[in-house]
């Protein structure tokens, strides 16, 4: 029957299906799902709800997880209506929503759904005694991010709780980037502080977020102490921080300057970037950073060093803008 499914003849695989759920076989859960996952990958969203229907009538020990994997299922390609659907068939034979379906339902309606969609499936989740998980915290946040509502993102991150520990510096983080999106330098420092206040400690996340917003701004000296800091609390920089400092020097005609700027960073090191790849949807990526990762990807064989990069970029500045500097 999975070989008929999985190969696209649902008219031999809905044949064997009908023996089975009509003869005495004993289904389990595993076969259940695979058909459903088949036919939902065809769009067959029709017979999906009938296999539903035919396991509850018929083999009503799996109807709760046959349920809830239709759900998950439909969830996961988009398709709303169906979900929402599905679990009121579920609650209706008076099976409990649970935490996992309470987020999942959160991460759905915010890749999927209006942001007032999503929004009200949050509110739902509040009205019960589960909390936001850390995935669905990050699907709310992009969710945030694409519409370019970052006021509204604080107000989230600040409704979840910023004290809570179970999500790391997620929530700090992403208050941090909600500033960092529209440059209120201010207030970024003002919560950056409240963050360690609140017992946090900032991660490399957190530095890189300040660092792009100083580099950014041409705000030197802030961008000086948020390395000092970074390398006193033993963080090590990435390709993002590196980027920071080179792009920073070098788009205000300063390349002259920039080991001053690179004195405490060891750019015999080898190039990798451990960033969170929102930063980038939020404040996009440097020209340094770029550039590297063309090059590393162009050349993988070599062993490369942050030393290497710079040389190269800041040759490739000379050209375009007769940048003079001796690295």
């Known amino acids: 029957m999975l070989y008929y499914a999985d190969n696209g003849f649902f008219t031999q695989a809905d044949a064997v299906w009908n023996e089975l759920i009509n003869s005495a076989y004993s289904l389990d859960i595993h076969v ?64 409990p929503v649970d935490s996992s379906i309470g987020n999942a339902y959160i991460v759905y309606y915010s890749r999927f759904g209006s942001v007032t969609m999503m929004e009200n499936a949050y ?10 998980e ?3 915290i990050r699907e709310v946040s992009h969710a945030y991010i694409r519409e370019k ?6 107000n989230f991150l600040r409704d979840v709780g910023l004290g809570r520990r179970n999500c790391g510096n997620l929530l700090w983080n992403m208050l941090l980037l909600s500033y960092a999106a529209n440059f209120k330098m201010k207030s970024l420092q003002r919560e950056f502080l409240n963050m360690l206040e609140a017992g946090f400690y900032p991660d490399l996340n957190t530095f890189n ?6 580099s950014k701004m041409s705000l030197f000296w802030d961008l000086h102490l948020s390395l000092e800091h970074m390398n006193n609390n033993g963080i090590s920089p990435d390709l ?9 020097y070098l788009d205000r005609k300063l390349g002259r300057n920039l080991d001053f700027g690179l004195r405490k960073m060891n750019v015999k090191d080898s190039p990798v970037v451990l960033t969170d790849p929102i930063l980038f949807e939020v404040l996009g990526k440097g020209d340094f950073h770029s550039s590297s990762e063309a090059l590393l990807e162009f050349n993988m064989q070599k062993t490369w060093t942050y030393k290497d990069l710079i ?6 500045k000379f050209r375009s803008n007769q940048i003079f500097w001796n690295y």
């Not at 999906?48 to 390609?77: C, D, M, N, W």
């Not at 977020?209 to 100083?214: N, Q, T």
């Not at 993002?240 to 920073?248: L, P, Q, R, S």
């Open 32 to 95: 259940v799902a695979n058909i459903i996952d088949a036919y939902i990958q065809a769009r067959l969203f029709k017979e999906v709800i009938r296999i539903v229907r035919q396991i509850s009538i018929r083999h009503p020990q799996l109807e709760h997880q046959t349920y809830v994997h239709a759900l998950f299922s439909f969830g996961k390609i988009g398709e709303l209506e169906l979900m929402d659907y599905t679990l009121k068939e579920m609650v209706s034979k008076g099976y």
């Open 123 to 132: 509110k739902r989740l509040k009205s019960t005694r589960f909390f936001i």
């Open 134 to 136: 850390e995935d669905g």
């Open 149 to 154: 509502k970052f006021h509204n993102l604080g």
């Open 209 to 214: 977020i300040r660092a792009v917003a100083f």
């Open 240 to 248: 993002v921080t590196y980027g920071c400092v080179v792009d920073a």
């Open 311 to 316: 040389a190269i970029y800041v040759k490739k």
